[in-house]
């Protein structure tokens, strides 16, 4: 981007310079012999009615006659014609500016991109392109140490700015990501609160701000915390970040369930490679346990829950297709339609045991609290893999299905593996 600002730059001056030049270097031959025979005949003019005027006073007192005042004004005529025409002769001959003419437009040339640099420095937008200049930096850094080491400067940057101009709320609210995640909570609570100055009502910054808020308290849900959550969800149920803090006030209350609807709604809309998402179902599975133990009484929601939900499987293969080995591994899994890619539950098999039906539910579960009640859909796969590994190959084949909705599969799912993995 900075390549592509010099770039404009340059390509502006270079306009800028060709106006400049074009009326005194590259104005036709033509138009400069024209210019200069106009300029040399209006003094010729002028210095012609001057004599003239000189003779008639002189007539005037007597000096000479009336015959002698006609005779000088024909040879003055006469030496007007001749210098003009001696004016066109000259005018063919090349026109040749030296250096010293024309170093006041080569200064001008130079001067005009440099007047606009200084100007643009002091009244335009070069601190906000420092400032994305950091930011894209930050965002493409190498390591964690050179990370927090432009987010310092950038934070530096963003004061600054924000000092000459304090109504940019894009400058308050990188100020407060960037603080926050460099862990100065105070001055992210601070930059955030301006923002909702600035734009009041802005769901993914309150939401923001209770998040630093939480952090400041060390992790805890304080009376300010649970207002800013609570507003950030009724302007917008399905964000992620309140429905993250809602989630742990709801825990730390003994509301297990509340706690896992919300943590399971968050992890719908987060990437499941994210650090917030893998978070979030570490929580999701400490809450199934702590409902379990407490017996279900922790549940909120007015809906009745499933009880052991299951999904039956049918599986086989097609074998004009596939060819596989009787002991090759066949792993049979449902995941969440959207969320974790860890199963939810699954089966280990063989070839041999193909075709096959098997009921996939809760005793299928890799970890408890994470099982076919925690997501409303998911994905059935089954896949064919001789490494024998857990986690899809280049090579493996499988076969899928999804989204299926978990409370209204009555039937069994079919599945036909046909399908390699590139």
């Not at 499933?306 to 066949?330: A, M």
């Not at 190959?393 to 036909?416: F, H, M, R, T, Y």
Request: no cysteine.
């Amino acid at each position: 981007m900075e390549i592509a600002f010099w770039q404009g730059f340059l390509a502006l001056s270079a306009l800028a310079a060709v106006f400049i030049l074009w009326p005194t270097v590259f104005v036709r031959r033509e138009k400069k012999k024209e210019l200069l025979q106009d300029a040399r005949a209006d003094v010729n003019q002028d210095v012609f009615l001057e004599h003239v005027k000189d003779l008639e006073e002189t007539h005037s007192r007597g000096e000479i006659g009336e015959s002698e005042l006609e005779e000088l004004k024909v040879d003055l005529e006469r030496t007007l014609v001749a210098d003009n025409e001696s004016i066109a002769i000259d005018s063919d001959k090349p026109i040749i500016a030296s250096f010293r003419s024309r170093l006041p437009v080569l200064a001008l040339v130079l001067a005009v991109p440099l007047l606009a640099l200084g100007i643009y420095s002091m009244v335009g937008a070069k601190t906000d392109w420092e400032i994305y200049r950091l930011a894209m930096a930050r965002v493409n850094s190498g390591s964690i140490e050179e990370a927090n080491a432009i987010g310092e400067e950038l934070i530096g940057e963003l004061q600054d700015r924000l000092e000459s101009r304090p109504d940019n709320s894009q400058n308050w609210y990188l100020l407060g990501a960037v603080a926050g995640e460099l862990g100065d909570y105070d001055e992210a609570v601070r930059a955030y609160r301006r923002v909702l100055e600035l734009e009041p009502n802005a769901p993914q910054v309150i939401a923001e701000l209770a998040q630093a808020l939480f952090m400041r308290a060390g992790n805890t849900i304080t009376p300010e915390v649970s207002k800013n959550t609570q507003l950030a969800l009724q302007l917008n149920p399905n964000m992620p970040t309140a429905l993250g803090l809602a989630g742990v006030e709801a825990f730390q209350s003994g509301a297990y369930q509340e706690a896992i609807d919300h943590w399971s709604l968050a992890v719908k809309q987060l990437d499941p490679a994210s650090a917030a998402s893998k978070a979030l179902t570490s929580g999701i599975a400490r809450a199934q346990v702590a409902l379990e133990k407490s017996g279900g009484k922790a549940r909120k929601s007015g809906k009745a829950a499933v009880v052991d939900p299951k999904i039956t499987v049918s599986v086989s293969f097609d074998d004009n297709v596939v060819s596989p080995s009787p002991e090759d591994q066949v792993f049979i899994y449902a995941r969440a339609w959207q969320g974790p890619k860890m199963p939810l539950a699954i089966k280990k098999l063989t070839v041999a045991d193909l075709p096959i039906q098997i009921v996939l539910d809760k005793s299928a579960a890799m970890a408890p609290g994470m099982d076919l009640s925690s997501f409303p859909q998911v994905e059935i796969v089954a896949r064919i893999t001789g490494s024998g590994s857990a986690i899809p190959q280049s090579g493996d084949w499988q076969a899928s299905e999804g989204p299926i909705i978990v409370a209204e599969q009555k039937n069994a799912v079919v599945l036909k593996i046909s399908e390699q993995i590139p």
